[in-house]
């Protein structure tokens, strides 16, 4: 995953998509391979609320497969020994940088780690500073999830102008907040924005088309 942007659209961010956090392993593979061939995405997240390390494996064996023939990064919510297990390429936290050191040790310098940070600039910092590959801030849209704090705008300017480790917006984005964001995040975060329609391939390709 890297914060070089796009050789046709030099100046847009890049997407990291986010699966569902339910699907069938059965039909999912096909969206998403459906997703991958129309549009140009960076990393897959592989966000799974479910526990249960069966259905997380064979969830994660479909999406590598899918993702790795069209040369695309993915990585887990959380999971490291199912990253390693499983031939992921890394591994998203939600804890900001509390457990960054304790993961690299095990996944090695190669592997994709990020974390989530939420509106927190001093968490984001820290992160950064003992070898997040990229930082997460969110919500950045309104949602009922959380306790209603947002990642603004000027965060991710801040960041952008100061910090070199690429940003990744994400939460209840819309068309309005991305084409707000454009200028000053690496990445975007797409996930339920684009399963929940009927139409994931167009949905994303809306987003995509307002960064410009």
């Known amino acids: 995953m890297s914060d070089q942007p796009n050789s046709d659209a030099l100046d847009r961010p890049q997407i990291y ?9 059965d039909t999912f593979p096909a969206q998403l391979s459906a997703v991958l061939d129309a549009h140009e995405i960076a990393c897959v997240r592989l966000a799974l609320a479910t526990k249960d390390e069966e259905t997380l494996g064979r969830a994660a064996d479909a999406c590598r497969e899918v993702c790795h023939a069209r040369d695309v990064a993915i990585v887990i919510d959380s999971h490291v020994a199912l990253a390693e297990r499983h031939g992921l390429d890394g591994v998203h936290l939600t804890d900001g940088a509390r457990t960054i050191r304790k993961v690299r040790k095990t996944l ?8 989530y940070c939420g509106a927190s600039r001093h968490d984001g910092m820290t992160a950064g500073e003992i070898g997040a590959d990229y ?13 209603g704090t ?5 965060l991710f300017a801040w960041w952008s102008e100061m ?9 209840a984005l819309t068309v309005d907040i991305v084409r707000d964001l454009t200028s000053v995040t690496d990445f975007f975060a797409v996930g339920e924005e684009i399963w929940a329609t009927d139409d ?13």
């Open 17 to 25: 998509l986010i699966t569902p956090a339910a699907f069938d392993v």
């Open 108 to 115: 090695g310098d190669d592997a994709i780690v990020g974390t």
């Open 135 to 147: 930082i997460a801030f969110g919500p950045v849209g309104d949602t009922d999830l959380g306790d």
């Open 150 to 154: 947002k990642a603004e705008k000027e």
């Open 163 to 171: 910090i070199e480790v690429p940003v990744v917006a994400e939460g």
């Open 200 to 212: 994931p391939v167009g949905a994303l390709g809306a987003l995509i088309a307002v960064m410009s």
